[in-house]
């Protein structure tokens, strides 16, 4: 209530980031490739927390750690994870993008491994884990779902096709297959992933993969109930998932023992 109260136009910022989470009573947010925060008590001070030398001129996700002390954004081909400390940045940790070919606009690929080495296809939902231990990316158009180190920035395929194969497959790892996904959240206990994905012919779904044995399994089928979505989330007791999309949702009722879907 209080943060729809104080919300209001007069913080230009607010009007034109790609992209936003909250945390405690903080809302971080981007301008370009600059990153700042407000609290839900005075959104009309926007504080710059730093900038990542990039050559995109925006991001796609971005994901903060409960304790503050990490910020992940995604823009085409990289993540940068950012390292802060009571507020003060440190350091970032640049996954994706190396040496002649540090242009994220243009150095896309397909491989894992150290930071330097792996190449993303537009990786675009991030979510970062609960214990700060690790990184799930949605790896659009290589159809594929990885993980990376946080502390190494070494990165794992944990499902999807190695080659970038499409499709609809619900399997362990490697035998998955994905079309499109596109955002993701995780659990409180860091034991599964959500995925939100575009789906074959637009058939949009929900899917869900167990972080300890990457076995892939439908959710729900989205497609005839729920317009292109702009961001999915958990609630703090992993009974509810929300579907952020530019229309007003209609929540489903219910209970199950799934999360619900809002």
Same mark, same amino acid.
């Given at each position: 209530k209080e943060l729809l109260?104080?919300?209001n136009p007069t913080n230009d910022i607010l009007l034109i980031t790609s992209c936003i989470d909250f945390k405690n009573d903080y809302l971080f947010y981007n301008i370009g490739t600059s990153i700042y925060y407000?609290?839900?008590?005075?959104?009309?001070v926007s504080t710059l927390l730093f900038t990542i030398n990039s050559n995109f001129g925006s991001f796609h996700s971005l994901t903060v750690s409960n304790d503050l002390s990490i910020i992940a954004v995604s823009c085409p081909n990289a993540v940068?994870?950012?390292?802060?400390n009571n507020f003060v940045y440190n350091n970032t940790l640049t996954v994706g993008l190396s040496g002649e070919f540090n242009d994220p606009t243009i150095n896309s690929g397909n491989i894992n491994g150290n930071p330097n080495d792996a190449r993303f296809n537009m990786p675009y939902g991030i979510a970062l884990s609960n214990n700060n231990e690790f990184i799930i990316v949605c790896d659009m158009q290589n159809n594929s779902i990885k993980k990376i %180190?946080? &502390?190494?920035?070494?990165?794992t395929l944990i499902a999807g096709s190695t080659g970038g194969t499409s499709g609809f497959v619900n399997d362990i790892g490697t035998d998955a297959r994905f079309t499109l996904p596109l955002k993701v959240c995780i659990?409180? %206990?860091? &034991?599964?992933?959500?995925i939100y994905e575009y789906g074959v012919s637009m058939a949009i779904k929900i899917r869900k993969i167990n972080l300890k044995n990457n076995q892939v399994s439908l959710l729900k089928d989205l497609s005839s109930i729920i317009p292109i979505?702009? &961001?999915?989330?958990?609630?703090?007791?992993?009974?509810?998932?929300?579907?952020i999309n530019a229309l007003a949702p209609s929540p489903l009722t219910g209970q199950i023992e799934e999360p619900r879907i809002n």
């Open positions: 109260k104080q919300l407000s609290s839900i008590y005075d959104l009309n940068y994870i950012n390292y802060l %180190d946080v &502390n190494t920035g070494f990165v659990t409180s %206990d860091d &034991n599964f992933a959500y979505s702009l &961001n999915i989330a958990l609630s703090p007791n992993d009974k509810e998932l929300a579907i």
